[in-house]
């Protein structure tokens, strides 16, 4: 009996030790975010923080993020191979619609980057009074914080919304969701386009303060001042206060740091092969580990399979893009011009690298289409033999300064200052001087200088243009290597078309009730 | 059923071995052997006590015996108690013999507590025995579960050997966020499916499925989908050893060819291009004809192997002495398969050792353990990974241009086509899982005074897996950089459970306590390093990658449940009988506000068959009413759902990146169901068992992702939403047809019909597409496939067309009116009007409700058991119906213009011309791309014979003249011999809404042996 009750007792105790079990468990490799308490404790934990900003800001450049409106519009035809990537938006037909995942892609990832802004900013608010020793460090990451999220809205405001115009800029339901606290159960309603860049200013204001200290420099791996002030370019030349643009663009260009356009093949080399240039004004980190954002690939596809090359050229690499250069824009540069020779690869012949890659594409045949190189890929960031079209991103170059400058000078009457400008980048570019300006060459100014860099849609919709045909390379139609068509090479989109305005994603519709739609989806 | 079959076979058996030889000085003893209800037990053994004098009785029960005045008579059967009878004289004695329950009944285990006789079950519960699971040629006995239980699916998904492919629902998908999969019972312990897989199917006494809540409440939160419950088995006390041994060998191949058979050859390739118009005749010489390129090479045989070998043999020694029993066992199971490079070894051993070495005291452990070795080829699919990685050169092989010739070059690939070697990818790469399993429990069990038992338990299921892979740098597809990845995960569930059991009865009152308690705690670690860069083909290591391309990672996950648990039955008079279960869960994967859930049940049984005015309806043998609710819950979503997370992301400037990564959800908790279940039981005739059962699954606070807008951050959070329903019908028959002296032949069947319906979703909406597959919610339907409608080929000009849905009309003025509204299309309803068809293929425009349920509303099985002396038969099919699977393979191999250059199906030879405009594929000529629509959603219904097996046990006499050998059986063992179906793609057996290069079900021929020493 006395071994029995030593069993009870023994399994009465098993019952203890196992009822006081510990049902709190937490994943190792993720830390607890309470929406009250301190969001970081010491430098350490602001500074992986600071690093998550980054890292939201990087992931929504290149690849999707800028080739969506580049092919929409009239740069580029769709090669044979290009397998219906990016088809709904290169064909601006029906299946540019709210379902299309470019797009979809585009919203989500600046509104799922604006969640980690968002609650940087509030956790900087409610930081509690221990940690106030950080606050100095925190205003800064925070004034970053605002940069970053005047930049998404900016993006946002561009490509969902008609273009500004202060007349009906207040319009209900112009603008973009604005989600300035994270909630996740908020179901926000469509902004003002006037909201929205009010924020868009008041964030640039807040940024402008909190990161004054942060001078500029070429290739900046952090937001500066001076990147603040080209946003600001940017934001002003939309509301169309065209003074203030061309100061913050003038501003940028007088810099003490000194960014320069490249005006030689070497110094082309340096900035678009070597990503070691002078236009830069912010530049992102990369490493080969480190593949933080999209890649320009589909311009280039460096054909590594041995298996698709025929016998007398095994071993070789190839461009096999889905998209080429239109010849409507190749027209546009003067022969001499060095963007023409650098960032294109004409009959095979890459002036970046100085290696000749022949395009490559149907059944075994060989063809010298030109295509687009100016993302071939920096070499320090591939593993393999083949670039990959991997570069760093440089979310704002000074080119685009000249731009703003040139075009603010001129809405504002001023031409002589608008010609001085844009000489001065024709300058440097090796193209021939324009003797005036017009509302034309500044457009297609905008287009032979920010070609691939997704500044595209936006400069369509703010010279109030539509394209008419996207007239191919001659020996890229003839021999079929294209996609032929209405809705291919020859397709054309008037001003008024409603595709400009991109569709609100289907998801957002059906999960948010107070979301309207753009007009015509 | 089951049982009886087998007490039949026995009874057969038993009859060879007694001689019938009379004695002199006898008297002639007539007499009848009867059951309880008074029906004849045929072949019952009548012996003299002490001789091997003997003789059965017919098949009526009656026999007649001439015996010694004074003999006395042992009257056995087997699944009776044995009885002695002295003759003293009489000339006429019957004989009633009561059923032994332990035999003719098997004991089940419902809960915690003690086993339990199947006919005083309030609960639901249906048993496979080890004879439908012994020597199955399937590496894991759940496959042969297959139409064996009513109302239970069970499907095996492609053919890869060491996949864990066996998928089960009971009473259809009853969420659609959790986990539909039983919840795994082994010996007591809770487990998994892989812990089944990693058994030897031979150590299997039973499979129990508990269905309805009387008989799962006890399992509270993760009892929803059922529990599968599986006991091994026990040697017997006071039993002399005995040693089994089996030994099966034979090929392993391909279930159906069709699919690969009905592809073209090179010359009919060659001409339909030229012919459809699709390559013009110039095209087709510059390219092939004049480069010889003009072969038919079936590329498909070198991806897939046919006829491989299978072997499994196993060795069981079990026997046991007065206060130990003891069963051990260890099983060998190998099987090459399908494809190259894939194959599956595994080695078990199995110790189950009980003993009662006092009268108040038991303990028992049962431990197996298993090392297992696969391999399998990633170019094609699994179970767990549709397509494969590179599924051209796998499950998609078949559509490789026959015309390239066989020819293999120095560098593993052929002349011409380029077209990789499997085997040279095989000799180059290697990519070995290795698995060691442990699963086992203990227990001790104290009786201090009669009938009131502490029990407790612990067990474990715990294991690691080693995964290693090379890439040799020399290897053309490496472009001379090798690599290298090693990955070690392990985990454990380990368990333990207390209960108190206590039973009494008071007159005719029957009463039966149980309280318990049970933890689990489940840890998943690992950790893997890979790198590349490797030059040299003997240099292989980790360390001799690039020190650039280093990369490892690690990772962990855990869960807890603590639960209280307490039963109560209660019977009066064995006639009417309750029960009701209570039970308490807490779990760490929800907060702690919502951490725990009381579960609970009751049910109610009636055996009509025991109320005095059924005594005359005698050809009523049992008619068991039953009806039970109860509630159960599901807590099959990921560990950490309910946290905001602040995680890391890609590193900035190689420093560590925060984000917030999980958004918090402090009310998540779980899934509940409410299941009711009314049932009726009955054996008539003493020949036929019927069962039906009727049940109503309601789940609530339903497990889901629930979508929300990008603007919020997070697309999608886990929570409690919405509610689904699945109501049905289980219909288990059992009929003995025939059972005499030498033979008998037995018939069963199982059918289950289940309707799903949602009934509410999240956010108010009445409709959900789920991106991507074809598969939309809407409320008051089943989950369906929503897909534009194929409307066929235009007979005037050979252009595909499509049904237009309803509403289309006016979404089309919409936009001509220069407002489009989406809304107008009403995709709810099918419409199939052939005055409303377009040419125009739009995805998104033209979707619209096929009708047709993700899930299949009909299936089971049926099976024919017959024997005649040695020589036994059993044959079990099953069958599906209303399956419908996306054949995806399908717009690869019959879709010439997108897929030119590449072998196509027979089919798409049937295409339009002006004289053939009844034709099932367009006009080739025009370019027209087959797309995904209706066409690709096709009839998976299947019937399958899933088993056979023929085997012939010799006479015992044979073998009378030596003294080691006491029982020999040769077997033939077949699996998937024959299957029905209209399907048109590589196999119908495949859970899932879509399949996509999946190697089909492989089929066996077996032949064994089975020693008895």
Not at chain 1, 288 to 310: C, Q
Not at chain 2, 55 to 83: H, R
Not at chain 2, 103 to 127: D, I, N, P
């Amino acid at each position: 009996m006395k071994k029995t009750i030593n069993y009870i007792l023994a399994a009465f105790s098993a019952v203890v030790l196992v009822s006081s079990c510990n049902l709190d468990l937490f994943p190792n490799g993720s830390v607890a975010y309470d929406e009250e308490g301190a969001l970081f404790h010491d430098a350490k934990e602001l500074g992986y923080l600071e690093n998550g900003l980054y890292t939201s800001y990087r992931s929504g450049f290149y690849g999707e993020y800028s080739i969506t409106e580049e092919v929409m519009t009239d740069g580029f035809n769709a090669s044979a191979d290009y397998g219906n990537n990016y088809g709904g938006v290169h064909r601006v037909d029906s299946d540019l619609n709210p379902g299309d995942y470019y797009i979809r892609d585009f919203w989500s990832n600046r509104y799922g980057a604006i969640k980690n802004y968002n609650v940087f900013i509030k956790g900087v608010e409610v930081l509690p009074e221990e940690y106030k020793a950080l606050g100095a460090q925190a205003q800064l990451v925070k004034g970053e914080a605002y940069f970053f999220r005047a930049s998404a809205y900016l993006d946002l405001i561009r490509r969902f919304a008609a273009p500004y115009d202060a007349a009906t800029a207040s319009a209900e339901n112009s603008g973009v969701p604005l989600v300035l606290v994270y909630d996740q159960n908020e179901k926000p309603a469509r902004a003002t386009t006037q909201a929205v860049y009010d924020q868009i200013k008041q964030d640039l204001d807040s940024a402008y303060v909190n990161l004054s200290s942060k001078a500029g420099a070429k290739a900046s791996q952090k937001i500066t001042i001076d990147a603040v002030n080209a946003l600001y370019a940017r934001y002003y030349l939309d509301v169309k206060d065209y003074t203030n643009a061309a100061s913050k663009a003038s501003e940028v260009l007088g810099s003490k740091a000194s960014y320069a356009l490249s005006s030689t093949v070497k110094e082309f080399q340096n900035e678009y092969y070597k990503d070691a240039g002078t236009e830069a004004i912010v530049q992102l980190y990369a490493s080969k580990s480190e593949n933080g954002s999209g890649t320009n690939d589909l311009y280039t596809y460096m054909a590594s399979s041995p298996s698709e090359v025929s016998d007398n050229e095994e071993g070789r690499y190839f461009n096999k893009p889905y998209f080429f250069p239109s010849q409507k824009l190749l027209n546009l540069y003067d022969q001499g011009d060095l963007r023409l020779a650098c960032w294109f690869t004409v009959n095979g012949v890459n002036n970046l690298t100085n290696e000749v890659y022949p395009t490559f594409i149907i059944n075994s045949f060989r063809y010298d289409v030109t295509i687009f190189t100016k993302y071939l890929g920096n070499k320090d960031l591939t593993s393999s033999a083949v670039l990959n079209a991997r570069q760093h991103v440089k979310p704002l170059l000074i080119g685009e300064m000249y731009l703003i400058a040139a075009e603010a000078y001129y809405r504002n009457g001023n031409e002589s200052a608008a010609l001085s400008v844009l000489n001065a980048l024709q300058e440097k570019r090796g193209a021939i001087l324009s003797s005036g300006v017009t509302e034309t060459i500044l457009y297609n100014e905008w287009f032979k200088e920010t070609i691939g860099e997704g500044l595209r849609l936006s400069t369509i919709k703010r010279f109030g243009q539509g394209y008419s045909e996207r007239t191919a390379q001659a020996v890229a139609s003839s021999q079929e290597l294209i996609m032929k068509g209405d809705n291919f090479e020859k397709k054309s989109v008037a001003a008024s078309d409603y595709h400009l305005n991109w569709p609100i994603p289907t998801n957002d519709i059906q999960t948010n009730p107070n979301l309207v739609q753009n007009p015509g989806y | 059923m089951l049982m009886k079959k087998i007490r039949v076979f026995f009874a057969a058996m038993a009859m060879l071995a007694l001689s019938a030889t009379a004695l002199a000085q006898n008297i002639t003893v007539k007499g009848s052997v009867v059951d309880e209800t008074g029906v004849g037990i045929v072949g019952a053994s009548v012996q003299v006590k002490g001789t091997t004098t003997g003789i059965a009785a017919d098949v009526d029960g009656n026999f007649s015996i001439s015996v010694p005045s004074n003999a006395t008579l042992v009257i056995s059967s087997i699944g009776y108690e044995t009885k002695e009878v002295a003759v003293n004289g009489q000339s006429i004695i019957n004989v009633t013999l009561r059923s032994d329950s332990e035999f003719l009944e098997s004991a089940v285990v419902l809960g915690y507590g003690s086993a339990k006789k199947v006919s005083t079950l309030v609960g639901s519960v249906a048993t496979v025995n080890s004879e439908t699971v012994k020597n199955t040629p399937a590496a894991t006995a759940l496959d042969a579960l297959q139409g064996q239980v009513a109302g239970m699916s069970v499907l095996t998904t492609g053919g890869v050997s060491g996949d864990n492919n066996v998928s089960m629902t009971l009473h259809g998908v009853g969420s659609l966020g959790a986990s539909s999969t039983p919840l795994f019972v082994i010996d007591g312990i809770p487990s998994s499916s892989s812990a089944v897989m990693n058994m030897n199917p031979n150590d299997i006494e039973s499979v129990s499925v508990l269905k309805d809540a009387s008989a799962t409440s006890i399992y509270g939160s993760r009892a929803a989908n059922g529990v599968v419950y599986v006991s091994t088995k026990q040697g017997a006390y006071s039993e002399n050893a005995h040693i089994t041994l089996r030994s099966q060998w034979g090929v392993s191949t391909i279930a159906d060819m069709t699919y690969y058979n009905n592809m073209m050859s090179g010359e009919e390739l060659l001409d339909f291009w030229q012919r459809s118009g699709i390559a013009s005749a110039e095209y087709l010489y510059k390219n092939y004809i004049s480069k010889g390129y003009t072969n038919n090479t079936q590329w498909w045989k070198k991806f897939y192997n046919t006829n491989t070998l299978q072997s499994q043999n196993d060795v069981t020694i079990e026997g046991g002495g007065k206060t130990v029993a003891y069963l051990i066992s260890v099983s060998q199971y190998h099987q090459d398969g399908t494809t190259v490079g894939n194959y599956y070894d595994r080695y078990t051993l199995r110790s189950n050792v009980q003993g009662h070495p006092t009268n108040w005291l038991k303990f028992g452990v049962n431990a197996n353990m298993t090392i297992d070795e696969s391999q399998r080829n990633t170019n094609f699919g699994n179970s767990s990974n549709a397509g494969g990685n590179n599924y051209l050169y796998g499950g998609l092989s078949v559509i490789l241009n026959p015309l390239y010739p066989d020819k293999l070059k120095d560098d593993g690939r052929y002349e011409g086509s380029n077209y990789q070697d499997p085997k040279v990818r095989y000799d180059n790469t290697d990519d070995v899982y290795k698995t060691y399993n442990l699963n086992g429990s203990a227990f001790v069990t104290i009786e201090p005074f009669a009938n009131f038992k502490l029990t407790s338990r612990v067990g474990t299921d715990a294991g690691f897996s080693i995964n290693k892979y090379y890439r040799n740098p020399s290897y053309v597809a490496s472009n001379g950089s090798g690599s290298r990845y090693r990955n070690w995960e392990g985990w454990y569930t380990n368990t333990i459970t207390n209960t108190i059991e206590y039973s009494f009865s008071a007159g005719k009152n029957d009463f039966s306590f149980l309280a318990g308690q049970e933890g689990v705690d489940y840890k998943y670690d690992s950790f893997e390093a890979q790198s590349t860069g490797q030059t040299n083909d003997q240099q292989l290591r980790l360390q001799d990658g690039l020190q650039a391309n280093y990369s490892m990672s690690e990772s962990l996950s855990q869960y807890r449940f603590l639960s209280f648990f307490g039963h109560v039955d209660y019977s009066f008079d064995k006639k009417y009988m309750i029960d009701a279960t209570v039970r308490n869960d807490a779990s760490s994967r929800f907060g702690k506000n919502n951490r725990n859930a009381i579960f609970w049940s009751v049910g109610a049984m009636w055996k009509m068959a025991k109320e005095p005015w059924m005594k005359n309806a005698t050809w009523i043998n049992e008619l068991d009413l039953k009806a039970s609710y109860g509630t159960q819950g599901n807590a099959a979503i990921g560990n950490y759902a309910h946290l905001g997370l602040i995680g890391t992301t890609t590193d900035y400037a190689t420093g560590q990146s925060w984000v917030l990564s999980q958004p918090s959800n402090n009310s998540l908790s779980w899934e509940k169901q409410g299941l009711f279940t009314v049932g009726v039981r009955a054996r008539l005739f003493n020949a036929l068992n019927l069962e039906v059962e009727y049940y109503k699954r309601n789940t609530s606070n339903m497990l889901m992702s629930v979508p929300y807008p990008y603007t919020a951050g997070f697309s999608s959070q886990t929570s409690n939403v919405g509610t689904l329903s699945n109501t049905g019908v289980d219909i288990t028959l059992g009929w003995d047809i025939l059972r005499t002296r030498d033979a008998f032949l037995s018939l069963n069947a199982t059918f289950n019909y289940n309707k799903q319906t949602v009934t509410e979703l999240f956010n108010g909406l009445d409709k959900w597409t789920v991106a991507s597959t074809g598969i939309t919610y809407v409320v008051g339907q089943p989950v369906s496939f929503y897909y534009p409608l194929w409307a066929g080929v235009d007979p005037e000009d050979g252009a595909p067309t499509w049904y237009l849905p309803y509403g289309y009309e006016e979404y089309m003025a919409s936009v001509a009116a220069g407002n489009p509204d989406t809304d107008l299309i009403d995709i709810t309803r099918t419409r199939m009007d052939p005055n409303a068809t377009t040419k125009n293929f739009n995805e998104d425009l033209l979707m619209q409700n096929t009708g047709i349920a993700r899930y299949n509303p009909i299936n089971g099985g049926f099976g024919i058991s017959g024997g005649w002396k040695g020589l036994s038969v059993r044959a079990d099919f099953t069958y599906m119906l209303g399956k419908y699977l996306i054949n995806n393979d399908g717009y690869f191999v019959a879709n010439p213009n997108s897929f030119f250059g590449y072998n196509q199906s027979k089919d798409v030879t049937d295409f339009w011309t002006p004289t053939h405009t009844d034709a099932k594929y367009p006009n080739w000529a025009d370019g027209y791309n087959m797309q995904f629509d209706s066409h690709l959603l096709q009839d998976a219904s299947f019937l399958r014979l899933k088993s056979l097996v023929v085997s012939y046990t010799i006479p015992a006499s044979w073998l009378n003249w030596q003294k080691v050998v006491k029982g020999l059986t040769v077997s033939f063992t077949g699996r998937n011999l024959l299957t029905f179906t209209k399907y048109e793609g590589i196999d119908p057996e495949v859970n899932s809404n879509l399949t996509l290069g999946l190697p089909g079900n492989s089929k066996q021929f077996l032949g064994g042996i089975q020693l008895q020493f």
